[in-house]
């Protein structure tokens, strides 16, 4: 048997989200399909991590072990050329039999795309969170560097997380703005359920005046309830790169 | 009665094209709907003309005739706020009850994208033609000044085109390339029914050294019969702009 390492681009618009779930198209159950037909068997892949439905993946990582015999070129083309137009393979590796896409996860980034545009644009509509309001960069920016660091992000998940550990170190922030279009990323050890949805969702808020640095201390804190702030949705987030 | 003319876009992905057929979601019939609600009776839109499956509008005009009194603002936000999220309405101006949208077109510009970039990019898959091949801009440039002009365009049209008349005049066309991705303009007084795609499909195998401009004047003469180059796909085509 051999590892197999994929690093995989997908659009999330038209999938249930990453993981299988019954009778919906998931990313993960369109590529075991293409596996079983090239292996003649159930063939499981195991990811970094989920996505949730309409978030991308720009660079996912999964691995799978396989009695084939091809190189990695050709694995990428047998792959790409059985999948869907919003599925693809960007390399392939072979690795050692012990590395693991999910536990041997060192760093995660995401990216999280917004416009300010007054007007909706038809094309980008799937593709970044149309938010027509004033922001104020510098806020967002002292509002998001609250969260660098090693944080307790129980108040900052989707409640609905059932990890018991929620301590995550955050790494770096960036927020960058040409003309009416902002990218916030966020690199860390790992990130919760909806925890860079909730996160953005804060930082925007903040950019709008209306959440300030010492609520968000309070919070992670713990001295304060949750923030009431909105999760932002689903289809301006990408999973950007996964560090092992 | 008062006439309105509107400025359209839309993403064409998940529409049958821009005219009304039966059991189809096409553009002209989800604007009428809405219409249909605002005015509790049948209102038919006249646009500057058609658009094919999967192709995209940047600045589609339509105009229709309403007894409603209300502002151009008004209207363009009362529109938007029941239209889906693949249309929008970018402007509504009031004119004059003779302005036709169809048959007062005194231009049109049409767009066409193409990404040459050797990977599949699954968020672009609906918006360029992925072509991964070489291209030569200079013999794109030269094959495309022979359409500049006026000519006959019957055999750079489908043959389903039931128009009469098929002489029209390209006043410019204009290639553009950034890094891997190339836009190709075309500026006109009137196009065929496949025209653009058509010309597109010439223009790249001209980039690709396989036609060249001496067999494009033939059979713009009529000298020759037609070339047998492909009709570039639907999702790369942008209706730009009309000009009234």
Redesign the interface.
Known sequence: MERIKCTV???GTNFAGYQVQPDKRTVQSVIEGVLKKMHKAETRISASGRTDAFV?GKGQVFHFDTPLHITGEQWKKAL?TQLP????I?EVEKVSGDFHARFDVQKKEYRYRISTKK?????K?N?LYHYPYELDIEKMKEASSCFIGTHDFTLFCSARSDVENKVRTIYDIHIEKQEEEIEISFVGNGFLYNMVRILVGVILEAGQGRVHSEEIKAVLERQHKRLGTKTAPGQGLYLWKVYY
């Open positions: 681009s997908y659009d991308h790409n137009a919003d599925i693809y960007v007007d909706r644009d038809v094309f509509r593709y």
